[in-house]
């Protein structure tokens, strides 16, 4: 067995080289028990096989158990004592875990938090001073003199900050007040908030939370605990969550924050090198009983300590093939026409995986059909049939038009299928000799990149190294109506076209071009067979981009949009003349036309149908393109496309469009060039016009500006 070099990477890059989890296992501070319970629970749910999911090197340090526990009704100082007692132990395991282990302390009440910042304070002490962000409902800042309810974890942050009952002290450095924020807070005792004011405490409430959100309101935090400390730490109680989605707390609050936006704000801790802590606290597993309130947990610790961008991207390079080189960004969420990368940041997406993903992502529908399926049947294989693929084949032959659908996976496998059946065609019906059938495409085509479709393709680097490559394929200008005429002999069996050339430059053809093709290929006997993978269902303003034209293909080939963004979902579609050339072993696919593919296409084309997004397509598409037209970019030469596949071409003297799409991405809009000339717009037909108004604006602004400074020329204000 050979080894991998190890990955090299500058320290703020660099992961966590372990995660040690100690659990609290203590109520000592609350009203009741429930959170004591939470280290067990957590355990038993899987926490350290979920991180080590996420790529975090993480283990089960240790349980920490209060030595003794105060009878019920026990007096206020015999509960500080007991309380004191545990966070001193607290701290001391803390401060012990080796130096290159990152402390994750799981609780147990919030009093638990006295002992972890007093540890990863002395865990830092010699290099510096800690900062700590307090994500919390509550305050926190009570003393057993102002409290209202009695209850200790309504103390730790006040006994932090030196201003504490004794018990709840301790020696070690002292935090400087005001290098700590509280973010998320919405009750609290008028002392509580005294006491932070007087000291210099930031506090962000969940007012600022909500007007500013909490990325921007965490980001500002940040840049507070960070600004002269050696390192700084993060303390969550979990009843800062919105209590509709997560019940499972101590104390919950109305009107909290939602568990993916916390996920998204803790995101950007993984590319700070000073972070020395994190700490969750106040579950209650009786009070979660599906498991959800566990799985998000995992999802909060996964996504404060999971690696970030750069460690990411260098494993993708490191074991990855080299056939990709993508831009510099690792995405690990979208919803809606949204993407989020791993350290928190926001994209609009404006390529939806090449057309693929339409109706957005996460769309509810789609998700409900993939998970609903997913729970009876996902896959037999052919050798049987099943329940979801006659009633799509059914949908697909109604709203197209067709008497046949072959069902496939992906593009490249519905491109190959339509291949061959026209040459099959070719030899049983039309009558051309064994082995003669020949296929026409066109220049700058692209239909996928199988030897056989290769071997069509005009692009050097698609075929260097890849022959030979099968005979019977030859090439015509795209858009020459009359070089496709002269092409055609005895022998030419079809002509493979797509409607619109996306990877070619979304390249639009002359009107009429497809209609004249196809009373062309009718005069011939010559089957029309258009790709309309990217083209099709929506994209273009009508249904199909070759309904611009009227023109009724004998194959039509679809992808791409019919899997909704979850699933390859292809299919060539014939009327019988072509598709009942196929006998029982001629072709097939063990995933073709499985039934979890199948009930997401039946509900992307309800979807469709009940929609129509073609119809806003078709106008924003125009609106978009009018735009930057108007806009006159000295580095644009050409805008082209239909309703929401748009390609500018720019000047690469002025700006080469891979720097182009690396300066949106900067800027968070996620798109790619093609040909190293044209920047691609194509985002999912579910976005709205203030969105992709705002979009224009930070493309056209993007654009100019970067014009300008390779011009060197002033900005206009």
């Keep these: 067995m050979t080894h991998s070099a190890p990955l090299h990477m500058p320290p703020h890059a660099a992961p966590h080289t372990r995660v040690s989890v100690i659990g609290v296992a203590s109520a000592l501070g609350a009203p009741t028990a429930g959170p004591d319970a939470a280290p067990a629970a957590l355990s038993a749910a899987d926490l350290i096989r979920r991180l080590d999911a996420f790529g ?87 003393t057993e003199h102002s409290t209202h309810s009695g209850n200790i974890h309504g103390m730790p942050l006040a006994a932090l900050l030196g201003e504490g009952a004794g018990p709840l002290t301790m020696e070690g450095p002292a935090f400087d007040p005001a290098k700590v924020c509280v973010i998320g807070a919405r009750a609290w005792e008028t002392e509580e908030l005294e006491r932070l004011q007087r000291l210099g405490v930031k506090v962000f409430d969940i007012l600022s939370v909500r007007s500013r959100g909490l990325t921007a309101v965490f980001a500002d935090a940040l840049a507070i605990v960070q600004a002269g400390t050696a390192a700084f730490g993060v303390t969550i109680d979990l009843d800062v969550l919105e209590p509709t989605a997560f019940p499972a707390v101590l104390c919950p609050e109305e009107l909290g924050i939602a568990p993916s936006e916390l996920c998204d704000a803790l995101r950007s801790l993984r590319s700070c090198g000073d972070f020395a802590g994190l700490e969750i606290v106040e579950y209650v597993p009786s009070l979660d009983p599906s498991g959800q309130g566990a799985t998000w947990i995992a999802e909060f610790a996964a996504a404060a300590l999971g690696p970030g961008s750069y460690l990411l991207r260098a494993k993708e390079r490191q074991f990855g093939a080299h056939n990709y080189s993508p831009l510099p960004v690792v995405f690990h969420r979208g919803e809606g026409v949204w993407l989020w990368d791993v350290e928190g940041r926001r994209y609009l997406d404006m390529m939806s995986a090449y057309s693929a993903v339409s109706f957005g992502h996460a769309n509810p529908r789609l998700l409900r059909a993939l998970i609903d399926q997913a729970q009876r049947l996902s896959l037999t294989s052919r050798a049987y049939s099943n329940d979801r693929l006659p009633l799509l084949l059914e949908r697909l032959s109604g709203i197209f038009g067709y008497e046949r659908v072959l069902p496939v996976n992906t593009g490249l496998e519905a491109v190959e299928t339509a291949l061959k059946a026209a040459r099959k065609w070719a030899y049983t019906v039309k009558g051309v000799a064994p082995g003669c059938a020949e296929i026409i495409a066109c220049e700058g085509n692209f239909h996928g990149r199988s030897i ?133 072993g001629d072709h097939g696919s063990t995933f073709g036309g499985n039934p979890l593919g199948a009930a997401v296409a039946l ?9 129509r997004p073609w119809e806003n397509a078709a106008r924003q598409g125009e609106h978009l393109m009018k735009r930057f037209v108007e806009k006159r970019l000295p580095c644009v030469r050409d805008v082209r496309g239909r309703g929401l596949l748009i390609g500018v071409e720019l000047d690469p003297a002025i700006l080469p469009a891979p720097q182009a799409a690396e300066l949106l991405l900067a800027h968070g809009i996620a798109t790619k060039d093609t040909h190293h000339t044209v920047i691609r717009f194509a985002p999912p037909l579910v976005i709205d016009d203030a969105t992709l108004d705002h979009a224009a604006d930070i493309i056209i602004e993007t654009l100019a500006s970067a014009t300008a400074v390779r011009r060197h020329e002033p900005l206009q204000a």
Excluded: N
């Excluded at 303003?541 to 194959?555: C, K, Y």
């Excluded at 080939?557 to 909704?564: T, V």
């Design 56 to 142: 975090i090197a993480a283990h089960w340090h240790e349980t920490i158990t209060p030595r003794r526990i105060p009878p019920a009704g026990a007096e206020m100082a015999e509960r500080l004592a007991a309380v004191g007692e545990l966070a001193h132990r607290v701290a001391d395991h803390v401060a012990a875990l080796p130096v290159d282990s990152f402390p994750l302390i799981l609780g147990g009440d919030h009093a638990t938090a006295i002992g972890t910042w007093r540890g990863v304070a002395r865990r830092v002490a010699a290099r510096g001073s800690l900062g700590l962000i307090w994500i919390d409902a509550h305050l926190d800042s009570h």
């Design 452 to 584: 056989t479709i290769v071997g069509m393709s005009s692009e050097p680097q698609y075929r260097e190294g890849f022959g030979p490559f099968p005979p019977g394929f030859k090439r015509v200008p795209y858009g020459d109506s009359a070089a496709l005429e002269a092409a055609i002999t005895s022998d030419t069996a079809a002509f493979l076209v797509e409607a619109i050339q996306g990877e070619g430059g979304i390249i639009v053809p002359p009107q009429g071009y497809l209609a004249r093709c196809a009373e062309i290929c009718k005069r011939h006997d010559v089957l029309l067979i258009v790709d309309e993978i990217q083209t099709g269902l929506g994209r273009t303003g009508r249904l199909l981009a070759s309904d611009h034209e009227g023109v009724h293909p004998d194959g039509l080939i679809l992808g791409k949009a019919l899997g909704g963004g979850l699933l390859p979902v292809s299919a060539f579609l014939a009327d019988g003349r072509v598709m009942d050339v196929f006998q029982p």
């Design 603 to 611: 509900e992307v084309l309800d979807l469709l149908q009940e929609t």
